[in-house]
């Protein structure tokens, strides 16, 4: 039963993950002024440092997460149920006993290594202890809903993704509406987000066990399956620990060097930031397993999807991630104040440059993990956090905090050239140079162009009062705009114009009521 997925397909799954994280952004960006006010930027800050502190364990349930769907996704035949259902039973007992070593060690380690690292004292201190247990669990929930997860991710069934991943999302954002305003500390921000963790993993198991119960499997170790995942897995986890230097570096250092409430403020314009890069990310998830299903094709058919589904991903995310560059100021005033927009505009600002320029690697990355390549994925990754890190220690003691973000812009530089440089030694067709111009580069540097262009116009304005929604929405739309149009226009410049207007034709009318000729 081999899953081959046609454009419509793609365009309908992309929609899907589309629509679940529309509804999470909202709740997310909804909710987060209500938590500053409540819990302050101090202890806010505080609960950025527990999640950063957290974050090497998702190297572990990202990577067991990836390489499960992975191996499920080439085992879905019934003659190959036995099979699948050892890895799943594999992944499955990696998760509970590998995880819960993982976890124990954050509960019981994080508290005091957090206090010595970053110099907490006082309240912030003694919330520190439940923050990292709660945290903890809630990440033990994420790795064990990983393997669950992989499960449908494998049958390219985003829709019941997405649902899972609102329901989730619903749950996180009520909780801290009741609980927060009961207890302001930074750890009832953090034991809610395990709330939503826990009922994301109830509903998966739930709807596993319902509709493909036959292919889930008790825990049990099998050795063939086990050195299937560690190797594919190991090269995962050392991409996953670049990912996590890249993603990182600035609060680490900032909670090092400066006090909690700069990581609230960083926190604030990465989260930001991430909500949209992440959404762009998650319109292209779809790939993983998509690619998975091109073992056997030839390198040009390869080539022509890669590259093809490349601009397409570039456009949307120049469009998506350039348009905050000029309402940065104005979006930070209206959403959380004056005080936070005064310092966070221009962090935002580097941050949305430094996603336009990350999104180069994206549908590369799930390429090459789809084809077993994870050791070029470590390679990509641990350049980008090496450079992200000597920027971050270089630059942040002597300039402070208008620095951060530039080492996160410096790291995405590196993956650009290392990308490109990957890209023409894994292919050996003719022509694949200007392709990869036209179809990677020419987008990215048209739409940084572009939103500095309306930023040195529009984004300097000042407001003797926060400006209203229907003007920050209304900036953001335009700026988006004009940037799509100028990334559009300027694909047509090139030798590859009629490729790029027939694929975006074909996304107009999948979408759009009329048709577009």
């Not at 999640?51 to 190297?59: D, E, I, Q, S």
């Not at 694949?432 to 020419?442: D, M, Q, Y």
Request: hydrophobic share 55%; aromatic share 12%.
């Amino acid at each position: 039963m081999a899953l081959r997925k046609g454009p419509s397909d793609l365009l309908g799954n992309s929609a899907w993950n589309a629509i679940a994280f529309a509804v999470a952004v909202l709740l997310n960006l909804a909710i987060l002024p209500f938590v500053i006010f409540r819990l302050g930027l101090a202890a806010f800050g505080v609960a950025g440092l527990v999640t950063a502190c957290v974050a090497p364990a998702l190297m572990f349930s990202n990577a067991l997460g990836l390489s499960t769907a992975r191996e499920l996704a080439q085992r879905l035949a019934p003659s190959d149920r036995g099979e699948a259902r050892r890895y799943f039973a594999t992944a499955l007992a990696l998760a509970l006993v590998g995880g819960s070593l993982i976890a124990a060690l954050l509960c019981l380690a994080g508290a005091p290594l957090a206090r010595l690292g970053f110099h907490l004292g006082g309240a912030a201190a003694a919330d520190l202890g439940l923050a990292f247990a709660l945290a903890g669990v809630g990440w033990l929930f994420q790795c064990v809903f990983a393997v669950f997860l992989s499960l449908f991710t494998a049958r390219q069934d985003y829709r019941r993704i997405a649902s899972i991943s609102v329901v989730g999302t619903v749950v996180t954002t009520m909780s801290m509406l009741l609980l927060i305003p009961h207890a302001p500390r930074a750890s009832t921000f953090l034991g809610c987000q395990a709330l939503g963790f826990a009922t994301n993993l109830l509903v998966a198991v739930g709807w596993s066990r319902r509709m493909i119960g036959e292919w889930v499997a008790r825990p049990a170790f099998d050795r063939n399956a086990l050195a299937a995942l560690v190797k594919l897995g190991g090269w995962q986890l050392a991409a996953q620990s670049g990912g996590l230097f890249a993603g990182q570096a600035d609060r680490y250092l900032l909670g090092a060097l400066l006090q909690p409430q700069f990581v609230g403020f960083y926190s604030v314009a990465q989260r930001l930031e991430e909500a949209v890069y992440i959404g762009v990310l998650k319109i292209g998830e779809i790939l993983f397993p998509f690619f998975s299903t091109l073992q056997k094709e030839a390198d040009d058919r390869k080539v022509d999807l890669l590259l093809r589904s490349s601009w397409i991903l570039n456009v949307l995310a120049a469009s998506a991630l350039g348009g905050l560059i000029p309402v940065a100021g104005a979006l930070l005033y209206r959403w959380t104040g004056a005080e936070v927009a005064a310092e966070a505009q221009l962090v935002l600002v580097v941050l949305s440059l430094s996603g336009i320029l990350g999104s180069s690697a994206n549908v590369f990355a799930f390429y090459l993990l789809s084809q077993g390549r994870s050791r070029f994925n470590a390679l990509i990754s641990l350049l980008t956090g090496i450079f992200t890190l000597a920027t971050s220690a270089v630059a942040l003691p002597y300039f402070g905090w208008p620095a951060a973000g530039w080492s996160t812009c410096a790291g995405m530089i590196a993956q650009l050239v290392t990308t490109v440089v990957l890209l023409r030694r894994t292919f050996k067709v003719p022509g694949i140079w200007s392709r990869v111009v036209h179809f990677v580069l020419t987008p990215l540097g048209v739409g940084i162009a572009t939103a500095l262009v309306l930023y040195s116009r529009l984004g300097h304005a000042s407001f003797d009062h926060a400006p209203s929604w229907w003007y920050v929405v209304s900036l953001y739309m335009v700026s988006a705009a004009a940037i799509f149009v100028a990334t559009v226009t300027a694909s047509q410049l090139g030798p590859y114009r009629a490729v790029c207007w027939r694929d975006l034709r074909a996304i107009a009318n999948r979408f759009l009521p009329f048709k577009v000729a």
